[in-house]
């Protein structure tokens, strides 16, 4: 059966370009576009990664990542942040919230985006 | 009213000089007309005198009026005013002075500088002055920000009061930059939104292309493909643009310096020239990095922000050196400072422009011609960078032979 993989984001041209890049690596893909509608997915669907956006309307990926920690089975969900922007405040905050990896968006193609969940779940 | 009534006096009046030359005249005079008597000589003479005294009166009220006027401007100036006598007493604060410091004249006029400092209001001030280059003796002029409290940021410029060549003090301004200061701090702002907003759409761009490049929406033609690489590339060069702003800004937001951990200074610049292998091999450059022969004293410091400043200066000289030049890096380690150094035989920098070398957005024209791209931010953010760790950036360069860069950062003793 093929992972499921959730993905964050707000905007919708990456969102498109992600899930068609993850589709085609076989992977199941779930999409919300906001930190609130995300949460609600994941319960529904306890999915094996989440790609997860920090600036997003209604909750943010930090927000996000403090809930999944106060619920024992979103706790141990992998976490990779998929960024427009990367801080080294904001990288650190990420880690210590649990997140398994960082990406900015700017710094990345959409194929080092696929090694990375490959790294994390596998095929 | 004054110099109306000295010229109604004139007919009258007679000056020491005349008066001696006209008693001499009347003397000849009187030498056939022994009837002149010594009643009206004397009468001259009284004249002479109460002339003199007036004189002198008058140029004493000139002097208080004109000590007076001083006095009112110095009251009334738009910029703070102290002054330290010689033995470093408090002589004089006008009213804005009090008023920025939240001090009253009278609790600190002729106290030491010393007392001062134990006043906390005078505390950060006294601090400042403290920490001048020649110690507590200043000899030449100074300026410094100080942030003094909630919105009020004060320039302060200390300059000696040298009167013949004695030292009779030091002049303290304290000038009030906060509007400038609130401008500066909204331009940065306005700069680091819009470059986080700038990315968002050119992160689009990039996963798009590169989809597009790599096939994943179906074959393109040879021509597609040469054009859409161009486009890549020029998007990336965008990418680095806005990156180079956004540092920039994070510097001048003070978020700069992060958790500061001790390092070896040595080991940051070797992982750095790493990733110029591919180009110093391209340009057959001659490259030598002298690895100190023992490890140097660690240093404390954003190993971030010290990696952007040493890769911003190999660019450089590697960059602006012509293929098969010479960029050397070396280290020292003199009394508990480290000192890095990179000497490059590329195109130097124009004596004539070398006084704006660290400016924002600054390029030398020579550097324009050869390499069209860049931002002009390199050295402004690695000077940035370098002073927020408490160092100092340097340069000595000649146009045509090559330009070598220092920094010095202090050793955690």
């Known amino acids: 059966m093929a992972k499921k993989i959730l993905l964050i984001e707000d905007e919708e041209i990456m969102l498109n370009l992600l899930q068609r890049k993850l589709t085609q690596e076989n992977y199941e893909v779930l999409i919300a576009r906001d930190g609130q509608e995300g949460l609600e997915v994941m319960e529904k669907e306890l999915p094996d990664l989440v790609l997860l956006d920090i600036i997003m309307p209604k909750k943010g990926g930090f927000e996000v990542m403090e809930e999944m920690g106060k619920i024992p089975k979103l706790k141990n969900i992998p976490v990779i942040i998929v960024s427009n922007s990367g801080q080294p405040v904001e990288l650190d905050r990420a880690r210590k919230l649990g997140a398994k990896d960082w990406l900015i968006k700017t710094e990345f193609d959409p194929q080092e985006v696929i090694d990375k969940v490959v790294k994390q779940i596998g095929k | ?413």
């Open chain 2, 1 to 413: 009213m004054n110099s109306g009534k000295r010229k109604n006096n004139k007919k009258e009046r007679v000056t020491p000089k005349e008066f001696s030359e006209k008693k001499l005249n009347f003397t000849k005079i009187t030498e056939g007309k022994k009837e002149r008597t010594e009643e009206e000589e004397l009468k001259q003479a009284r004249n002479a005198l109460l002339n003199i005294l007036e004189d002198t009166e008058e140029a004493r009220k000139i002097a208080v009026e004109e000590r007076n006027k001083t006095l009112t401007i110095i009251q009334n100036f738009a910029d703070g005013i102290l002054v330290f006598d010689e033995k470093n007493n408090l002589e004089l604060i006008n009213p804005l002075a009090e008023e920025f410091l939240g001090v009253k004249k009278e609790e600190i006029i002729q106290k030491n500088i010393s007392e001062l400092s134990e006043t906390p209001k005078f505390k950060h001030l006294i601090k400042l002055l403290d920490s001048f280059p020649e110690g507590k003796a200043i000899k030449s002029i100074f300026r410094e920000e100080l942030p003094l409290r909630e919105n009020l940021f004060l320039e302060i410029t200390t300059l000696p009061l040298i009167m013949e060549s004695n030292l009779k003090g030091t002049l303290t301004i304290l000038h009030n930059v906060t509007r400038e200061k609130n401008i500066e701090k909204m331009k940065t702002e306005f700069v680091s939104i819009s470059a986080h907003q700038l990315r968002t759409p050119l992160s689009a761009v990039k996963w798009t292309i590169r989809m597009i490049l790599d096939g994943d929406v179906g074959e393109i033609s040879n021509e597609q493909r040469d054009l859409l690489q161009k486009t890549y590339l020029s998007n990336e060069r965008m990418i680095n643009l806005i990156n180079d702003l956004l540092n920039v800004t994070r510097i001048e937001e003070g978020k700069l310096l992060y958790e500061p951990k001790l390092a070896q200074l040595e080991d940051i610049v070797w992982s750095v020239a790493g990733n110029f292998k591919q180009e110093i091999k391209r340009k057959k450059i001659d490259f030598k990095f002298k690895k100190p022969s023992q490890a140097l004293p660690k240093v404390k410091v954003d190993q971030e922000k010290i990696k952007l400043a040493v890769e911003n200066l190999i660019d450089n000289a590697i960059r602006y050196t012509f293929p098969k030049g010479k960029v050397e890096i070396s280290f020292r380690c003199p009394d508990k400072v480290i000192e890095f150094k990179v000497k490059d035989s590329g195109v130097g920098i124009p004596k004539d422009k070398q006084e704006r070398i660290f400016t924002k957005f600054f390029r030398g024209p020579n550097v324009i011609r050869m390499e069209t791209e860049g931002t002009g931010l390199g050295l402004y953010t690695t000077k940035n960078i370098i002073e927020a760790h408490k160092g100092k950036i340097w340069f000595e360069s000649e146009e045509g032979k090559g330009t070598t860069f220092y920094f010095a950062l202090p050793t955690e003793e």
